[in-house]
């Protein structure tokens, strides 16, 4: 039985007061360090990223992934975390996401485009503002992701492609809306046992495979992929170029330096792998089998029947065709990013118009039928409703003849994105029979 009264006496003690305020502190700092460690971790167990709620432009399924919440678990024992990358744990299934990804993923499209010069300066003062851009130009250096294109690109063509078909998104991820998905669909549609290689820092990321889920699901071939330039352009006349550009030695122009890079690219990535490259501006009407080494006609003179301009909107060629050799030779000895499609359309026309019919090289010209058997000015017309029987007649016969003689047709997105796609009309019709998902393809 304990006894009360040696209780109260040890109580009263100098030494057991002395032990119960050692005691207290020692609590009390124990609690504080605890708490401590749970709100700044001195080594990674557990992270949550939260992206900011962002209205998506084109689509809710865009905004409502962006504003889901990814979380890297502890594992036990902890994981060793490198700078670089985190281990995600999501439905039982684990894959590695980079860091940078995640971070340029949760500020997609909020900071100004660094690759966009000024508008209104000299020459001078354009290309000192270049170089003070030049170390967030990022797209010109290789990076932990960027590095491993080449690789991914060749595991993923072994995929037994039927035809192997190239993309290229620059902006961001929460802009690649419902009538650049269209492209993607009807691709997918016309030729569904090819692969698909959508070359994009933006749709490098957990927004971007979301954006493609409904198509991946399906069991499609599409492989998003961060560019590596400097590897692209390795043993190419383009090489010298980009040496020189990347040590401010170039005048990027009053272009976004965007737009010469994806002309670049397309021509890099066709020289180095083969294939089709076509813009993200297209509903693709026919399979893409039956081409080779062909490119299509923009412009016909009107007496001659002759081509005067080509587009390289849609390009098909062998891996390492002459021709291809040529462009990244012109490219990189007549660049001007001032002049628009300098380093485009007119470098593809005036490259082919010198070659002529030079023996090896076996190019095919296709007619204007084949991509672009209407101009930016009048593709306007394929979105009106028809509001006569004529008229009714006339978009029957159209319907008709593209799904007869067109592979794809090409939209100018630039021109009819905030178009309305009006019932009954060539475009409403085109994407009714073509389109798999056809998700708000009817909004801008």
């Excluded at 040890?10 to 057991?16: A, H, L, Q, R, V």
């Excluded at 026309?349 to 209407?374: C, S």
Aim: proline letters at 5%.
């Amino acid at each position: 039985m304990l006894n009360c009264k040696v209780f109260g006496q040890t109580i009263k003690s100098p030494i057991f007061s002395t032990l119960s305020f050692v005691l207290i502190i020692f609590v009390i700092y124990a609690c504080s360090s605890i708490y401590k460690v749970s709100l700044y971790p001195s080594q990674l167990t557990s992270i949550q990223i939260f992206r900011a709620p962002q209205q998506a432009a084109h689509n809710n399924d865009v905004q409502a992934a962006a504003n889901k919440t990814l979380q890297v678990q502890a594992t036990s024992p902890p994981l060793k975390v490198d700078q670089s990358s985190i281990i995600v744990v999501s439905n039982n299934l684990t894959e590695q996401i980079n860091i940078e990804e995640l971070e340029e993923e949760e500020q997609d499209g909020e900071a100004p485009d660094p690759l966009i010069p000024p508008a209104k300066v000299t020459n001078e003062e354009r290309m000192e503002w270049f170089r003070k851009k030049l170390p967030d130009l990022g797209v010109l250096e290789s990076t932990n992701l960027s590095r491993s294109f080449h690789d991914r690109v060749v595991k993923f063509s072994k995929n037994q492609c039927a035809t192997q078909f190239f993309m290229i998104w620059f902006s961001p991820a929460r802009t690649f809306g419902p009538r650049d998905f269209l492209a993607v669909d009807t691709l997918m549609k016309a030729n569904p046992q090819s692969c698909l290689v959508l070359i994009s820092r933006s749709l490098d990321t957990r927004l971007g495979y979301k954006i493609l889920k409904p198509l991946l699901d399906r069991g499609f071939k599409i492989l998003t992929v961060t560019p590596d330039l400097p590897s692209l352009v390795k043993d190419t006349p383009a090489e010298a170029w980009l040496k020189k550009i990347k040590s401010g030695k170039i005048d990027p122009g009053k272009n976004p330096l965007s737009i010469h890079l994806s002309d670049l690219i397309r021509l890099a990535v066709l020289y180095k792998y083969g294939g089709v490259y076509l813009d993200t501006d297209f509903v693709i009407l026919k399979d893409f089998k039956g081409l080779r080494n062909a490119i299509g006609a923009q412009g016909v003179d009107q007496v001659t029947h002759k081509w005067t301009t080509l587009n390289g909107a849609a390009m098909v060629f062998d891996k390492r065709h002459p021709i291809l050799f040529d462009f990244l030779q012109e490219f990189t000895t007549t660049f001007d990013g001032s002049k628009w499609g300098h380093n485009g359309p007119y470098l593809l026309t005036r490259v082919i118009q010198r070659v002529g019919n030079t023996p090896g090289y076996n190019l095919t010209i296709l007619g204007l039928k084949a991509f672009y058997p209407v101009n930016w000015i009048q593709i306007k017309g394929f979105y009106k409703k028809p509001v006569s029987e004529e008229e009714s007649k006339r978009v029957e016969e159209m319907v008709l003849e593209l799904n007869k003689d067109t592979y794809g047709l090409h939209l100018w997105n630039k021109i009819t994105r905030e178009l309305v796609i009006n019932e009954g009309s060539v475009i409403d019709r085109l994407i009714k029979s073509h389109c798999l998902i056809c998700r708000d393809a009817y909004n801008s």
